[in-house]
């Protein structure tokens, strides 16, 4: 009687029984060989901390050049932060005295300028363990929300908890000026969301050993703590810190006086007034001056404008037409867009004012029709004309994506 070569079951026990040249397999058999292959392939990718290839400076601009386009301050910025991070992080044991601080970075700029992508692309070029946290869930602990300890959780579940490659790893902090002080005063009363999270994360950006729950916080209490040391962790912490214009333009007025005061008026540029960003601007704004110190390296994401909208429809490797393209290629159809149709996805996304964000929603809007009826007909090609554009964005809400 023909059973499995593997497990010995009959044909009658399984679903499914495949006859090899000299033996045969069920269907049993084949999934848990599938996962075992699949786990292989899992160890075989994972995080190699002691290979980090690491490019000089001008290396690490050009990597970054092909994924976001504009930005070149702080491309540069944060290029040599993370070159010097990692090198200190390579150096053995020296005869001198000197050692190194690690050099954390923050990042300001408005909402869709790329401060993410920037650095999501900065570990991909290290291959690196790499997350992102929302810096609004956080509380301090003991009150409802996220512990501060999470994010260093999620850094662990994303390194496939190997401690080693996770204390070499990339934190993302996200709308960290969400936890500013609610006052410029040092509050009376708990400020369990925002002083209190600022307090919270100094031992993690200073570099400490932290007991890290694998699982999560109170949702496991009995779970065994895995310590985790942040010493060699390169935080990035990013905000749009809307409003800060007016906390650098109140500094900058009270320079203005003497006999330059007109003259020196005449050289801000009151268009850009981030690229005049300066420590004492994020105290102003609420962040204490305790975590200042500890984001050192200080950098600013300038406005998009309309050229660099433009390029970013197009240049990029991932750009966002490529995307569509090859989404429509994988259905055997090719897409091709009028060269007007672009400059009406900038126009919209300017009037909008939501970045590069804006772009992905408004091609979405024009495409979501095309991409619904193409697939189920015998097309093998499309062309996107201006007409077409003003007609799907026309009959779609888009209200709900305009900015005040």
């Given amino acids: 009687m023909d059973k499995c070569s593997f497990c010995g079951r009959s044909k009658k026990d399984v679903n499914i029984l495949i006859a090899g040249v000299s033996g045969h397999i069920c269907d049993s058999c084949i999934d848990q060989a599938h996962q075992i292959i699949l786990e292989e392939f899992k160890q075989k990718e994972s995080f190699d901390i002691n290979s980090i290839k690491l490019l000089k400076p001008k290396e690490i601009n050009a990597f970054l050049d092909q994924y976001v386009i504009g930005q070149d301050e702080a491309k540069k910025v944060l290029s040599v932060a993370v070159y010097n991070h990692y090198k200190r992080l390579a150096q053995k044991d020296t005869k001198d005295d000197v050692e190194i601080e690690k050099s954390n970075i923050v990042m300001i700029g408005e909402t869709g300028t790329g401060k993410t992508l920037l650095a999501r692309t900065i570990a991909k070029m290290l291959h690196v363990p790499f997350t992102i946290v929302d810096a609004t869930v956080l509380t301090e602990a003991g009150y409802v929300g996220e512990d501060i300890e999470t994010i260093l959780t999620r850094l662990l579940q994303v390194a496939d908890y190997d401690v080693q490659a996770a204390e070499k790893g990339i934190v993302f902090i996200d709308e960290i000026d969400k936890i500013s002080r609610k006052s410029d005063n040092p509050s009376i009363t708990r400020d369990v969301s925002g002083e209190g999270v600022q307090q919270g994360l100094l031992k993690l950006l200073e570099g400490s050993v932290v007991n890290v729950p694998p699982q999560g916080g109170r949702k496991h209490p ?11 962790i390169l935080f990035i912490a990013g905000g749009a810190f809307d409003g800060i214009e007016q906390k650098i333009g109140n500094r900058l007025n009270t320079k203005m006086v003497g006999y330059s005061a007109s003259k020196d008026k005449d050289l801000i540029d009151r268009g850009n007034l981030l690229q005049y960003i300066a420590p004492q601007d994020l105290k102003a704004f609420g ?11 200080l950098t600013y994401l300038e406005s998009l ?13 991932n750009s966002i037409l490529k995307q569509y393209e090859k989404l429509f290629r994988m259905d055997g159809i090719e897409l091709t867009f009028d060269k007007k149709v ?30 619904y009826e193409m697939p189920s007909t015998k097309e093998t090609a499309l062309h996107i004309t201006l007409n077409y554009a003003k007609k799907r964005i026309s009959t779609t809400n888009m209200k709900k994506l305009r900015v005040a």
């Fill in 222 to 232: 009995d779970q065994k703590m895995i310590p985790v040391n942040t010493r060699d």
């Fill in 287 to 297: 962040l204490i001056p305790e975590i200042i110190g500890r984001l050192p390296v």
């Fill in 305 to 317: 404008d309309r050229e660099t909208l433009k390029n970013i429809l197009t240049e990029p490797k």
């Fill in 342 to 371: 672009l400059d009406f996805i900038v126009d919209k996304a300017v009037e909008f004012k939501l970045g590069a964000r804006g772009l992905r929603s408004i091609c979405e809007a024009i495409m979501v029709d095309a991409m």
